[in-house]
């Protein structure tokens, strides 16, 4: 099976063509008579440790990406289950943190040379077959380095893989460096269990909503816990109802989806924040 998806090349290449949308505003959303299809994703993170764990996550509608860490006892088996469910998967990439506490084994750190990066993001990414891209791990320190982000998203370019920066910190330079580097990249606007509580998942998972109507998509950042799954499970399937639409991560990245409402097809991934 080949490291690189050719799903993730086509993507970026297809970018490459699309012209530029003028900006979506809060405004534009105020002026509609409020017919607004706001559109959402969620990342489910941390995939690849616990079968018993990580299974549930799968049975999330299909458009949930999941996202797979490396080198793990079951890393490969979810990409290959992802890829058979015709699930987008990126690669859940361990990086340094602040604290520099719990790191993962071969995680990227900011005393690494420009070679070791390379090699050590080859390898997670053989581990972690057809990834769609990746998203950070941790890396509230690495994040906020601009020469290791230069390396790892001049890696992620020639490979045709995307970035979603995980925003692990305020102070994170990764999604910029990705831009600059011409790496089709989205951000983390929400994370849905930093509380495992079902009010509080409740409360994050309206946040998303909100951001999505405000901005026309948002995307969430959740973790397999039991409790994130049983209220996916629940709520979800709603959805419908309040017309919001649950879209694959790569639809982000394009300004033109199908039957989506015009207010959000003039809307610009840059606004959302």
Same mark, same amino acid.
């Given at each position: 099976?080949?490291?690189?998806?050719?799903?993730?090349?086509?993507?970026?290449a297809?970018?490459?063509?699309i012209p530029?949308?003028p900006?979506?505003s809060a405004q534009?959303?105020?002026?509609t008579?409020?017919?607004?299809?706001?559109?959402?994703?969620?990342?489910?993170d941390?995939v690849?440790?616990n079968?018993?764990?990580?299974?549930?996550?799968?049975?999330l509608?299909?458009?949930?990406?999941?996202?797979?860490?490396?080198?793990?006892?079951?890393?490969?088996k979810?990409?290959l289950?992802?890829?058979?469910?015709r699930?987008e998967?990126?690669?859940?990439m361990?990086?340094?943190?602040?604290?520099?506490?719990?790191?993962e084994?071969?995680?990227?750190?900011?005393?690494?040379?420009?070679?070791?990066?390379?090699?050590?993001?080859h390898?997670?990414?053989?581990?972690v077959?057809?990834?769609?891209?990746?998203?950070?791990h941790?890396?509230?320190?690495l994040t906020q380095?601009?020469?290791?982000?230069?390396?790892?998203?001049?890696?992620l370019?020639?490979?045709?893989?995307?970035?979603?920066?995980s925003r692990t910190?305020?102070?994170t330079?990764?999604? +910029?460096i990705?831009?600059? /580097?011409n @790496? $089709?990249?989205?951000?983390?606007?929400?994370?849905?269990? =930093?509380v495992?509580?079902?009010?509080?998942?409740?409360?994050?998972?309206?946040?998303?909503?909100?951001k999505?109507r405000?901005?026309?998509?948002?995307?969430?950042?959740?973790?397999?816990?039991k409790?994130?799954?049983?209220?996916?499970?629940?709520?979800?399937?709603?959805? +419908?109802?309040?017309n919001? /639409?649950? @879209? $694959?991560?790569?639809?982000?990245?394009?300004?033109?989806l =199908?039957?989506?409402?015009?207010?959000?097809?003039?809307s610009?991934?840059?606004?959302?924040r």
């Amino acid at each position: 099976m080949p490291i690189f998806s050719s799903r993730a090349m086509c993507i970026a290449a297809l970018l490459t063509l699309i012209p530029a949308m003028p900006a979506f505003s809060a405004q534009t959303s105020a002026q509609t008579s409020g017919q607004i299809s706001a559109q959402i994703a969620i990342i489910i993170d941390d995939v690849g440790n616990n079968h018993h764990r990580d299974a549930a996550a799968l049975t999330l509608p299909v458009n949930v990406a999941i996202s797979i860490l490396p080198h793990k006892h079951f890393s490969q088996k979810y990409a290959l289950l992802a890829h058979e469910q015709r699930r987008e998967y990126l690669l859940h990439m361990p990086m340094e943190s602040m604290a520099g506490l719990k790191q993962e084994a071969n995680v990227l750190l900011a005393s690494m040379n420009d070679k070791t990066i390379v090699q050590t993001l080859h390898a997670a990414f053989a581990s972690v077959p057809n990834a769609l891209g990746m998203n950070n791990h941790m890396g509230s320190r690495l994040t906020q380095l601009e020469t290791p982000m230069r390396t790892t998203m001049d890696y992620l370019h020639r490979h045709g893989l995307i970035f979603v920066d995980s925003r692990t910190s305020a102070q994170t330079q990764a999604e +910029a460096i990705a831009k600059q /580097q011409n @790496v $089709p990249a989205l951000r983390r606007h929400v994370f849905l269990d =930093n509380v495992l509580a079902e009010d509080k998942i409740a409360q994050q998972f309206n946040l998303l909503v909100r951001k999505a109507r405000k901005y026309g998509r948002s995307i969430a950042i959740g973790h397999p816990h039991k409790q994130t799954i049983a209220y996916l499970q629940k709520r979800l399937p709603t959805l +419908a109802q309040e017309n919001v /639409q649950l @879209v $694959p991560l790569s639809a982000m990245l394009a300004p033109r989806l =199908n039957n989506a409402n015009p207010n959000i097809l003039a809307s610009s991934v840059n606004n959302l924040r």
